[in-house]
């Protein structure tokens, strides 16, 4: 068994819901070539330096995230996306410490592939298909060529960011304002998510640090 991280001993001794199946899920996971390490405030499993699975507990379920899940097989069909925009990542969500033990084989050999595919360098194969152009957006970009300009310059994870968010509302009148709202960030070339003050510690990425400022 791995050397434990005394991190992870104290997150799951302070979690208020799902202590027992963490620490299942926890024992599997030491049982395996992976490193055990402490980031974003939560369990993660590495090889070799390589981010493979989060250990989470949520309010409806606790879970195993693969951060590389969507090159995996899954056979069993047991992984699922986080979220409906998701590309990568997959978990496996548990609310019992039998279902674990159950499963305890099959995840066994779920770990063992996505530490093989790490090995062999397999990565996965993102969305190369472009979210639509909202209307509003379109016609805001035909009027301002600087806009235009500096929507074409953003990268294409901070265009797919900002198409999402647009996308998302469902009438026009909020589409338009979230728009507007936005273009101040896409003329300075920020992504929706970017910092934009300065003061963040997690650079390019906001991290609230705004809100001490006036």
Not at 69 to 78: A, N, Y
Request: glycine share 6%; hydrophobic share 35%; with cysteine.
């Amino acid at each position: 068994m791995n050397r434990k991280n005394p991190k992870v001993d104290a997150h799951i001794a302070q979690a208020k819901k799902w202590q027992p199946e963490l620490k299942a899920l926890r024992r599997i996971l030491l049982d395996t070539e992976l490193t055990e390490d402490f980031k974003w405030d939560q369990p993660c499993y590495t090889y070799d330096g390589a981010n493979i699975i989060l250990l989470g507990g949520f309010k409806d379920h606790c879970a195993l995230m693969f951060c590389q899940g969507s090159v995996l097989k899954d056979p069993h069909g047991i992984l699922k996306k986080p979220g409906e925009h998701t590309q990568a990542s997959r978990l496996i969500p548990f609310t019992s410490v039998q279902a674990i033990t159950a499963t305890a084989p099959v995840l066994k050999a779920y770990l063992e592939e996505a530490i093989a595919a790490e090995k062999a360098g397999v990565k996965p194969t993102f969305k190369t298909t472009p979210e639509p152009i909202p209307e509003e957006l379109q016609k805001k970009l035909n009027k301002n060529p600087a806009l235009d300009e500096a929507f074409a310059a953003l990268t294409p994870g901070r265009q797919r960011a900002y198409l999402l968010h647009f996308n998302a509302a469902k009438q026009s009148a909020t589409r338009t304002s979230r728009i507007e709202a936005c273009t101040p960030r896409i003329l300075a070339g920020k992504g929706i998510h970017d910092c934009i003050c300065g003061h963040s510690k997690k650079l390019p990425a906001c991290d609230g640090s705004h809100k001490f400022f006036v």
